[in-house]
């Protein structure tokens, strides 16, 4: 493992500095590296600096701690995933206070389709069903399932994505060494042969109840849109779908028994909006508009793209060209075109109704395929 891969670990670890601040801190410093070497001094000319992130950054013990994860990863063969490696799932990158590490075990890729399930742990069979059954269609159409390893919802879902022969993520609020809930050991071992289990938390973390509410940031963060099958009214699954709604992403409600408590939560999601999901189809069609478009035109070919760019004035294929390689967040693109935000926002509403571009959630855009 790199040498540098340290000085992330040891960021990321210390009690008292979450994502965000730490995401702060390497802006305004640069690499965890420089962070480590600057004395009281340097650091102190930080505006956001205060006595307690102070205390955290100078700390030997939590220095020396960085030095035990780092033999833990070594000897568990987990990876760690910076916010700045490609690996590093592109839609997380793009929310609000984005983890900056995740600890892995097994495969996981950055460039793929990815629906979060979530749900009760106390499920009813229709719930449990739903979950299988939605999951394991998405999986056959190649669509990644993300959800959260729990009892109930969630572990039939990562089951449902296997059994479809597809992959599936499991977010962990607690550290990859510590199996939660313990029954879902074998759960674990199967989701790392065919995807990843991942996590913010370093090796040795228990499970604590603080934990799991950041935890849900990852699961929506990481995926186009989250469905909710069986919540109460004050479930944790709702926390997800508040995420989601923050982050700009789509959210769907299974409808349930309007005599259920399970079913409260996410008939009153769907009462405020959420799509309501009877089958696969009814989550495709939002998500993945290559899908919609293939059933309504089987056999339409799309116009070659040379011409189409020989026709765009200098601005558009200033943005053509960025979007060339992969798609960006809004704020993104206008950094990397070096256009206002005003005449981006203008060209790609022109580019979209040219059919050149699309949005996805969460204000990304990516080139029309």
């Given amino acids: 493992m790199p040498e540098q891969l340290k000085y992330w670990v040891w960021l990321n670890s210390l009690p008292k500095i979450g994502a965000r601040r730490g995401a702060q801190l390497i802006k305004y410093f640069g690499e ?41 990863i070594h000897k568990k063969q987990i990876s760690v995933i910076t916010i700045k ?22 495969s996981l890729t950055n460039n793929s389709k990815c629906i979060a399930i979530v749900g009760s742990r106390y499920a009813t069979s229709y719930g449990l069903s739903m979950a299988e059954k939605l999951a394991k269609s ?27 022969n597809g992959t599936t993520v499991a977010v962990l609020g607690c ?21 990843a289990v991942i996590s913010e938390y370093p090796p040795g973390m228990p499970p604590l109840p603080m934990n799991f509410p950041a935890r ?33 992403r789509d959210v769907f409600a299974v409808p349930g028994n309007i005599n259920s408590y399970n079913s409260k939560g996410t008939n009153k999601l769907i009462k405020e909006g959420a799509k309501i999901v009877t089958c696969v189809e009814d989550i495709l069609e939002e998500i993945s508009p290559d899908w919609q478009a293939a059933q309504d035109n089987p056999k339409e070919e799309r116009p070659g793209t040379r011409m189409e760019y020989e ?12 979007l060339e390689t992969e798609p960006l967040h809004v704020d993104i693109l206008a950094k990397k075109s070096g256009l206002s935000m005003q005449t981006i926002n203008s060209l790609l509403i022109m580019m979209e109704l040219k059919g050149l571009v699309e949005q996805l959630p969460g204000k990304i855009y990516k080139l029309k395929d």
């Fill in 311 to 322: 026709l765009l004035d200098f601005e558009e294929k200033l943005i053509w060209n960025c």
């Fill in 216 to 248: 849900n940031r990852i699961i929506s963060g990481m995926c186009m849109g989250v469905v909710v099958i069986e919540a109460g009214e004050r479930s944790g699954s709702l926390i997800t779908a508040d995420f989601a709604l923050e982050q700009g």
């Fill in 175 to 195: 550290g990859l060494d510590n199996p939660y809930p313990p029954e879902n050991k074998k759960l674990m071992e199967r989701i790392m042969e065919n995807g």
């Fill in 32 to 72: 965890p590296e420089r962070i480590w070497q600057l004395d009281e001094y340097e650091l102190v000319k930080a505006p956001f600096m205060t006595p307690v992130i102070l205390n955290q950054l100078l700390d030997r013990n939590l220095r020396q701690e960085a030095d035990r994860i780092m033999e833990d």
């Fill in 85 to 106: 490696d490609e690996a590093y799932p592109f839609y997380l990158k793009n929310i609000h206070d984005p983890p900056v590490i995740l600890y892995v075990k097994g």
């Fill in 138 to 164: 998405l999986a056959e159409h190649k669509i990644t399932v993300v959800s959260g390893m729990a009892r109930g919802i969630d572990s039939y879902a990562h089951d449902g994505a296997l059994k479809g």
